[in-house]
Nanobody, 121 residues
């Protein structure tokens, strides 16, 4: 069992920055890649970024490249998503997930409750 709890969401202005955190707990959490997905009403859940088990390898959706940075602190069992140059299109509920580290939603076993990110114009 893995528990994931996101935090750090909020309201920011276009061009601003926000840093999300995902606290992971559970006996097997160290064996999972940790990733961020996002979802807006009426849309499918969208992959954002992934960090490998060790945190040494990262993978980003095209929409996130150059703007977002995922990092993992295994000592704290926490994964972060630093979001810069935010756009209104980034508005979504952001979810942390534990799985293979792929961009496919079906390859993740555990999900957090989500944290709302709203980017105003």
């Amino acid at each position: 069992q893995v528990q994931l709890v996101e935090s750090g969401g909020g309201l920011v202005q276009t061009g601003g920055s926000l840093k999300l955190s995902c606290a992971a707990s559970g006996r097997t959490v160290s064996g999972y890649a940790l990733s961020w997905f996002r979802q807006t009403p009426g849309k499918e859940r969208e992959f954002v970024a992934a960090a490998s088990v060790s945190g040494d390898s990262t993978y980003y959706a095209n929409s996130a490249k150059g703007r977002f940075t995922i990092s993992r602190d295994n000592a704290k069992s926490t994964v972060y998503l630093q979001m810069n140059s935010l756009k209104p299109e980034d508005t979504a509920v952001y979810y942390c997930a534990a799985g293979t580290g792929s961009s496919r939603e079906g390859e993740y076993d555990y999900w957090g409750q989500g944290t709302q990110v709203t980017v105003s114009s």
